[in-house]
């Protein structure tokens, strides 16, 4: 029997009046990669930081592998890897300091650091970046970055927010087939993502949030049950479950707008 490695209680957080989760509760099963969808403004990275301890609950709590969030974020740090959508890093180090900063932290041997660092950097190609500044780095390099980082103590559960952002092709393909052979050795990936393509390919179970509710959870023929639809793919499925569905009324007008405003 598959254990759930999270478990999600009566999850609320308010930001003044402005109610960001509106009481969630969710199950994730270990060894698989669980998609958070949701449109802008849904909660999905008020979720993702609240599981990995980043952010408190207003009220509730997360459960991960039975120990308390809200009473032990700082055990639960040193369980989860969290890649953001922006990486957040000390730009005026080098990529080789603040993975020894890391190693520090984590107390990870210098042995099995060099080895990590070494096989992560000539997987996304950045060795020649790792004695350079941070800060004079691409997008896409200091998002690199920021996945070896959160990656590198070797964490039980790892939560990407939009973590893919700014990844060319190759490296987009390196690191989905790392998260799968992850799950295959027990391990939990906790995914969010606004492309559809990657959520059906890659997700085991997804979740749909929407106004800080849960539209549905499952796999996609679960979600199409659920959603009662008639569409086979996903991006058809999140439509109708977020109440987004008809966008032919929408399409007609910006249309009629469009021509509108062309000069003859």
Same mark, same amino acid.
């Not at 520090?104 to 790792?130: M, P, Q, T, W």
């Not at 997700?203 to 749909?208: L, Q, R, V």
């Given at each position: 029997?598959?254990?759930? *490695? ?52 207003? #009220? ?60 992560? #950097?000539?997987?996304?190609?950045? +060795? ?69 393509? *990657? ?14 509710? *849960?539209? +549905? ?18 991006? +058809? ?28």
């Amino acid at each position: 029997m598959v254990l759930n *490695i999270i478990e999600i209680n009566n999850l609320y957080k308010r930001y003044g009046n402005t109610i960001a989760l509106n009481g969630i509760n969710l199950s994730i099963a270990g060894g698989q990669i669980y998609g958070i969808l949701g449109p802008n403004g849904s909660g999905k990275t008020t979720l993702l930081k609240i599981i990995a301890g980043i952010l408190p609950a207003s #009220s509730g709590d997360i459960m991960v592998d039975e120990i308390s969030v809200s009473r032990n974020a700082d055990n639960i740090k040193s369980m989860i890897g969290y890649i953001p959508e922006t990486p957040a890093l000390y730009e005026s180090l080098t990529p080789i300091e603040y993975f020894n900063f890391l190693a520090s932290v984590f107390k990870i041997d210098d042995n099995i650091l060099r080895d990590r660092v070494n096989a992560f #950097s000539n997987a996304l190609e950045i +060795g020649k970046y790792l004695d350079e500044f941070i800060g004079s780095l691409s997008f896409g390099t200091k998002q690199k970055v920021a996945i070896i980082g959160s990656l590198i103590h070797d964490p039980k559960i790892i939560v990407m927010d939009e973590g893919m952002n700014g990844l060319d092709p190759k490296s987009s393909k390196i690191i989905k087939e790392l998260l799968k052979d992850m799950t295959k050795k027990g391990k939990t990936v906790i995914f969010s993502t606004h492309i559809m393509e *990657i959520a059906e390919n890659v997700c085991d179970t997804i979740s749909i949030l929407y106004n800080g509710n *849960i539209a +549905g959870t499952g796999n996609l023929d679960q979600l199409k049950n659920e959603a009662g639809s008639s569409n086979n793919d996903l991006e +058809g499925i999140f439509l109708k479950l977020t109440g987004d569905e008809d966008l032919d009324n929408l399409l007609d007008s910006l249309r009629e707008s469009i021509k509108s405003t062309t000069p003859p």
